[in-house]
C-alpha cells in the first residue's frame, strides 16, 4: 500500500509540473543549466517507472509489474506531451522529451530489475 501511495504521489506532480504554465517554473538557479528540462525528463521518468514497478509488484510478478510501468510511463508521456501543446498553456510538443522520457524509462527499468529483489 505505502509503495502505491507514494507512486501515486509521484505520478501526480509529475503531471501536475509538466502541465503548469510555462511562466510559473522559475528561471534562475538550475533551471540555467543548459537542458535541464531534458534531464528532469529523464530522471522523472527513471523515478516513475522504478516507483511504479516496485508497487506492482506487490501484487503481480516482477516481468508483468516492470512492463506495465514501463508502457504506462511512456503513454503518461506522450499522453503529456499532447496536452502541453493542446492546452496552450505556453509549453509546447517535443519530440526530444519523450526520448527523454524514454530513456529514463529504461534505466528505470534497468534499476528496478538490479535493485529490486523480490
Same mark, same amino acid.
Given at each position: 500500500m505505502t509503495r502505491r501511495f507514494v507512486a501515486a504521489i509521484w505520478t501526480i506532480i509529475l &503531471?501536475?509540473?509538466? #502541465? #503548469?504554465? !510555462? $511562466?510559473?517554473?522559475?528561471? +534562475? $538557479?538550475? /533551471? +540555467?543549466?543548459?537542458? /535541464?528540462? !531534458?534531464i528532469s525528463h529523464f530522471f522523472s521518468y527513471l523515478l516513475l517507472v *522504478?516507483?511504479?514497478s516496485t508497487a506492482l509488484n506487490e501484487k503481480t510478478n516482477k &516481468?508483468? @509489474? @516492470?512492463?506495465? @510501468? /514501463? *508502457?504506462? @510511463?511512456i503513454l503518461l508521456g506522450i499522453v503529456l506531451e499532447i496536452? =502541453?501543446? =493542446? #492546452?496552450n498553456v505556453g509549453?509546447? /510538443?517535443?519530440?526530444l522529451d519523450i526520448i527523454a522520457n &524514454? &530513456?529514463?524509462?529504461?534505466? $528505470? #527499468?534497468i534499476a528496478f530489475y538490479k535493485l529490486f529483489k523480490h
Open positions: &503531471i501536475t509540473a509538466t #502541465l #503548469l504554465p !510555462k $511562466g510559473v517554473v522559475s528561471k +534562475n $538557479g538550475l /533551471f +540555467n543549466i543548459p537542458h /535541464f528540462d !531534458k *522504478y516507483l511504479w &516481468i508483468k @509489474a @516492470a512492463r506495465i @510501468a /514501463f *508502457y504506462g @510511463a496536452l =502541453q501543446w =493542446q #492546452l509549453r509546447h /510538443f517535443e519530440i &524514454i &530513456i529514463g524509462s529504461i534505466i $528505470g #527499468l
